[in-house]
């Protein structure tokens, strides 16, 4: 990370914590200068930087100022409360139901699961497509079915490497997106019946799976900013027989929390201690918005114990399919279930996202897409503000691209669902989030799609649905 | 099908059967047109058809002669002995193993699974692939990954119809590999303990698959020509609570079998009155020898019992990962659990293939291959017994790329495969196809490839290692 970024992050930190409220006029370049001794041209590059993040904005002849959406309008909501300590899941019914009534790709796409496609570099990727696939030769293409194309392989290799993760390469098994490895990793370490650790709010498919493996779920609250609830986890891996957990540790879906390194390196040592393996779900790894990645829990295993799981689907190539794990000491297992399953991904997109990533501009693109995010992030932020009742709370996420919104308790966000959609928008109900149901007056909007007045419009018309409850 | 295809069918019956003898001539055009009552043309064209699949050869001023080697040289296997009603399957392990010893991409590919590439039109599909994925929109690179590309799900439902079935275009779900399919249909109708009817010998990747998911084998023995023995299936469905039957109807891996047309519609009826799915894995149906394809059991399919899995991987496209399953009654529940454990194969790869079917020239690309593969079968025939014991027995099936060998009983085809891979020359042991190990002294021996000098030798070396035990 350069000086400027570092720089850039401290003044974003300030701004988030409200120490530099919205509409004050940030430090001139001078003065920012003298006083964290950095060079006018650090700061003046931080400023940059912080323009196109949409923290602070220019006014002509006067500096900078932050930015009225900068300001955290609408209250964090609680951490979850205590819950059973065991459950069935039972709701892969209402999970498909809603997702079949976002699928029209004419409503305002507030509950879709995916960034806008024009965020993604589609056309550089395609010419890296038709290129490898002309150049590549005959056997290649049957070939390496086994763990993956081997260029894929080094290449996401490296890239753990320059974050810091030293990988052992036969640890890498690639997958057909991170959802067959998750399905994978949890095949291998679970039998019908056992116990799973998962978080509350869980992302649906987490629930969708265990249903369908006829796996318990043990439910941990996630707190909206700093994620998994160690000591419910200590007490949970305490009293009962977990056979694995299964978390994002990172901008988990659906409240955007991150733990802090240092909890991730307690939830490693805890699990360790239990010898409880973790299933680590890093989709939104990419999008963090500060400069400094993220490190995942797997950056402190060193016992094999985590199987990391990454994809390309959300920040590069949805439709593409590709995925990976990082399987620790269950890396052969994981790859045996493949080849049983579905052999292999398609060879071509492994084979065009291997050549992306190595001439394609791979890290620009993700600069890019992580400023857009977080500038679309702050458009929805201001216009709840303005649209939704003030006692709506929602979360304040360092990545990605999902809010969660707590409304009022009257509100039902089911029959939420049903009204926006008759009005052309949509979003993800509360209730699909969780094994039991919860959440009935809690929401998951996307904003990965690019702010405009269709959206404005729809934030005031979903405000006044809300208001009518 | 033309006159001089059904013609050309006909003298090929006769050549196999052995009424027109190896070294023999075939009519004359004049005398063939005046007996069969054909036109000189229609003998002609059927003419040049068999010399392309390697039947006959023209002699300067003498006519067409029968080629050698299209004689049973080897005579054919006898049909496996009755086995123990139902059986655990315990051979994964073993597959595991034999497989990873065929890896390496310098032995004569006798045990591969695959076909030379070189076979295929990979630099066509390639062009579809450029094209496809430069003029894709965005949004359809995330959408429609519920059943499907829609067009390749058109052009899929277009050859079930333009082959005799009529196909409702929502029993269609795209997967990723016939192997995905496969596996959903056997969850989406088993518990863990049930019974699975499956064939003896039967793919490897079946009996992979039970052991995996728990399921009892019934065994049904397969007659090398004849396909399914139904007289046991139809004892064993009156006697066991079967589940689902897992049968391969044409072209049998290994055997090569393929049911006749009457057998299949009794099949149906045998389980439509058992009220048993079938899961019809079809994936060598385009590489029949004849000139009419045959048809499925799901063409009797009039009450959903059967899923019928197809894929591109044997026929265009090996490692682009593109199968399918027309589901019949269990179609949304086979839908519902891909979107749960994969969501959609690689979006380009099934545009690629549809971009193909519609342009590429597929049925000319098919009947290419079928004449390659055929004349390849005459070679392998012939050089097996010109090297291997007479006491060999082989099939001699009416397509696909593989030939099963009964060496003498002293013969052990673990053994050999350890002594062949020591001479460069890979196969795939008898042991593999079974759930409980038998089938000690066959081999299934890949002619894929083009013939040459190489392949020649290894036979010669493989007919000595044989002799040796």
Known sequence: MKRYEKFADEIAELIRSGVLAPGEKVPSVRHASRTYGVSPSTVFQAYYLLEDRGLIQARPRSGYFVREHARRLLPEPEISPRL???????????????????????????????????????QRLARSMAQTVREMPGREVIAEMTTGHPDLRRQIALRYMVSGVMLPLDELVITTGAMEALNLCLQVVTQPGDLVAIEAPAFYATLQVLERLKLKAVEIPVHPRD?????????????????????????????????????????????????VPLIEDDVYAELYFNQEPPKPVKSHDHDGWVMHCGSFSKSLAPGYRIGWVAGGRYAEQISRLKLMTTISPSV???????????????????RKLRHALERQQGEMLASAARHFPASTRVTRPSGGYFLW???????????????????????????????????????????????????ENAMELLGRIVKSF
């Open 405 to 455: 919104f707590e409304f009022p308790e009257r509100v039902d966000s089911l029959q939420l669902l049903q009204l926006a959609l008759a009005q052309g928008i949509s979003l993800a109900p509360g209730p699909i989030f969780s094994a039991t149901r919860r959440f009935r007056n809690c929401a998951r909007l996307n904003y990965g799609h690019p702010w405009d007045k269709r959206s």
């Open 227 to 275: 994620g998994i609830d160690l000591g419910t986890l200590e007490s949970r891996l305490g009293s009962l027989p977990i056979k694995a957990c299964w978390f994002m540790s990172s901008l988990q879906n659906p409240l955007g929390a991150s733990m802090c390194e240092a909890n991730k390196e307690k939830l490693y040592a805890l699990l360790q201690r239990h010898q």
């Open 84 to 122: 059973s300590e065991t459950t069935d899941v039972d709701v892969s019914e209402l999970v498909f139901s809603v997702l079949a009534s976002l699928r029209d790709p004419d409503t305002v796409p507030f509950g879709s699961a995916f960034p806008s496609p024009d965020l993604f570099p589609l």
């Open 348 to 366: 071509p997109a492994q084979a065009a996202i291997a050549d992306y990533l190595q001439h394609g501009g791979y890290d620009r693109h993700l």
